[in-house]
């Protein structure tokens, strides 16, 4: 991870990030991205105006940004609740923590979707549909196979993101999952499915108590919610990485532009 907070300049060429800006979010290699791909010039009837390379581009990886500061703002607001006595408006307090757990949980996903979407359009990888996606071996095979950045990209993340799909399938399709003070479930169960596992553990075979033992296990929250912050940062970095690689062949004369006006 660069060392280097990212600028408000290069916010301001996406039109949106500002609560990343306030945060002071490091994204390897995001802001020589940004430079590389848009500039700013000034004139006085128009103002302030961002050109770039590709708007298409532009515009995708403002998406992507939009979604990772959605996901940002809810891990900011879990931990919020988890250490604080805060007073928020509405429901009784104890809804607060489930609801921005669920809300982190999917917006970490939409993050990584949007990257998928993003590399999957503008390396003409050839998926659709539910086919893209970072959490399915077949696209990040080809994704590995196509930009040496994510060639580590599996044996990094593989375990992280299904259990992150399990979460938000659960979340989103099934039911929801219980909390535990800081704690959940390694998988996610809902009270009723612990009190069943439970009743019947001991009439159980031994391979099936220990499937069990495994869903059983209980994990810290916090522990999840930062390694995900951490490896969707890992995953914004080789994005950035591999499309400034790919922007640099396409345009070899074209210099980056660190020029802002404020």
Same mark, same amino acid.
């Given at each position: 991870?660069?060392?280097? #907070?990212?600028?408000?300049r290069?916010? %301001?060429? !996406?039109?949106?990030g500002?609560? $990343?800006?306030?945060? =002071?979010?490091?994204?390897?290699?995001?802001e020589?991205?940004?430079?590389f791909?848009?500039?700013?010039?000034?004139?006085?009837?128009?103002?302030?105006?961002?050109?770039?390379?590709?708007?298409?581009?532009?515009?995708?990886?403002?998406?992507?940004?939009?979604?990772?500061e959605f996901?940002?703002?809810?891990?900011?607001?879990?931990?919020?609740?988890?250490?604080?006595?805060?007073?928020?408006?509405?429901?009784?307090?104890?809804?607060?923590?489930?609801?921005?757990?669920?809300?982190f949980?999917?917006?970490?996903?939409?993050?990584?979707?949007?990257?998928?979407?993003?590399?999957n359009?503008w390396?003409k990888?050839?998926?659709?549909g539910?086919? #893209?996606?970072l959490?399915?071996?077949? %696209?990040? !095979?080809?994704?590995?196979?196509? $930009?040496?950045?994510? =060639?580590?990209f599996?044996?990094?993340?593989n375990?992280?993101?299904?259990?992150?799909?399990?979460?938000?399938?659960?979340l989103?399709?099934?039911?929801?999952?219980?909390?535990?003070?800081?704690?959940?479930?390694s998988e996610?169960?809902?009270?009723?499915?612990?009190?069943?596992?439970?009743e019947?553990?001991e009439?159980?075979?031994?391979h099936?108590?220990?499937?069990l033992?495994?869903?059983m296990?209980?994990?810290?929250?916090?522990?999840f919610?930062?390694?995900?912050?951490?490896?969707?940062?890992?995953?914004?970095g080789?994005?950035?990485?591999?499309?400034?690689?790919?922007?640099?062949?396409?345009?070899?004369?074209?210099?980056?532009?660190?020029k802002?006006?404020?």
């Amino acid at each position: 991870m660069s060392s280097r #907070i990212i600028p408000q300049r290069v916010y %301001f060429k !996406l039109f949106t990030g500002n609560y $990343l800006a306030k945060r =002071r979010v490091r994204i390897d290699c995001f802001e020589n991205l940004i430079d590389f791909l848009c500039w700013e010039r000034f004139s006085k009837g128009s103002g302030v105006v961002v050109h770039s390379l590709d708007q298409g581009l532009q515009w995708r990886l403002r998406d992507v940004i939009i979604k990772f500061e959605f996901t940002m703002l809810s891990d900011d607001l879990l931990r919020k609740v988890l250490t604080e006595s805060v007073k928020l408006p509405g429901p009784p307090p104890g809804m607060y923590q489930p609801y921005f757990f669920y809300n982190f949980v999917f917006y970490s996903k939409a993050t990584l979707d949007s990257i998928a979407v993003l590399l999957n359009d503008w390396f003409k990888l050839g998926f659709h549909g539910g086919g #893209i996606d970072l959490a399915k071996s077949s %696209f990040v !095979l080809k994704v590995q196979a196509k $930009l040496k950045n994510f =060639r580590s990209f599996s044996s990094q993340f593989n375990d992280w993101s299904q259990r992150l799909v399990r979460f938000r399938i659960a979340l989103i399709h099934k039911k929801s999952v219980d909390i535990y003070g800081r704690l959940i479930p390694s998988e996610p169960l809902d009270d009723f499915e612990i009190k069943d596992i439970l009743e019947n553990y001991e009439r159980a075979p031994i391979h099936m108590k220990r499937q069990l033992q495994r869903q059983m296990r209980m994990v810290s929250m916090t522990s999840f919610v930062k390694e995900t912050g951490r490896n969707l940062n890992s995953a914004l970095g080789m994005m950035s990485s591999a499309l400034l690689t790919d922007l640099k062949t396409r345009y070899p004369k074209h210099r980056s532009s660190t020029k802002t006006y404020d």
